[in-house]
T-cell receptor, first 112, second 114 residues
Framework: DQQVKQNSPSLSVQEGRISILNCDYT??????FLWYKKYPAEGPTFLIS?????DKNEDGRFTVFLNKSAKHLSLHIVPSQPGDSAVYFC???????????FGKGTKLTVNP | SQTIHQWPATLVQPVGSPLSLECTVE??????LYWYRQAAGRGLQLLFY??????ISSEVPQNLSASRPQDRQFILSSKKLLLSDSGFYLC?????????????FGPGTRLTVL
């Protein structure tokens, strides 16, 4: 059973517009969430994270929102740029665990 | 600063042949180490993780094995490869018992089993 779900396998947006990537989770014990960005044939790179004690974390063009009651988080990229085109993975970790649980990823395409 | 290396970058192996992929981390001590596989159309699947030398936890039953002979070295092996072992293999490290639990990934190895 998937504990972290990214229900949209792909997303396409225009350059300059907002990209919203969604992630749902089922394990209420998760207390830390991360987003990774992955280009083809490369390892994922850490993008942004959020602790469960917060509902928003912002870093430049990237903002992550956490809705604990809905067990939902989202990554907003604004403005989107063609270089943002990549696969984005949502991940979660339970306090005390050494393991991240990843979603299956969403492929974002930003069109010029 | 910390860096993580993986080699080889690409590998083509026949079915039934052995496998050895190596991962090393520099600039940190006693890291947690991880092996993941990304198969076509699938997400990141955790295969093994290690919290110390000689300590290996297996997440998925398979014909792969992992070893950690040194603090910052993690090896993924197989005695006989299967077609289904094809994929993109990623090594990652994290600070042990780190507050953030952020994992940092290597560049990956593309394995094709023919």
């Amino acid at each position: 059973d998937q504990q972290v779900k990214q229900n949209s396998p792909s997303l396409s947006v225009q350059e300059g517009r907002i990209s919203i990537l969604n992630c749902d989770y089922t394990n209420s014990m998760f207390d830390y969430f991360l987003w990774y960005k992955k280009y083809p044939a490369e390892g994922p790179t850490f993008l942004i994270s959020i602790s469960s004690i917060k509902d928003k974390n912002e870093d430049g063009r990237f903002t992550v929102f956490l809705n604990k009651s809905a067990k939902h988080l989202s990554l907003h990229i604004v403005p989107s740029q063609p270089g943002d085109s990549a696969v984005y993975f949502c991940a979660a970790v339970q306090g005390g665990s050494e393991k991240l649980v990843f979603g299956k990823g969403t492929k974002l395409t930003v069109n010029p | 600063s910390q860096t993580i290396h993986q080699w080889p970058a690409t590998l083509v192996q026949p079915v039934g042949s052995p496998l050895s992929l190596e991962c090393t981390v520099e600039g940190t001590s006693n890291p947690n180490l991880y092996w993941y596989r990304q198969a076509a159309g699938r997400g990141l699947q955790l295969l093994f993780y290690s919290v110390g030398i000689g300590q290996i936890s297996s997440e998925v039953p398979q014909n792969l094995s992992a070893s950690r002979p040194q603090d910052r070295q993690f090896i993924l092996s197989s005695k006989k490869l299967l077609l289904s072992d094809s994929g993109f293999y990623l090594c990652a490290w994290s600070v042990p018992a780190g507050v953030a639990d952020t994992q940092y990934f290597g560049p990956g190895t593309r394995l094709t089993v023919l």
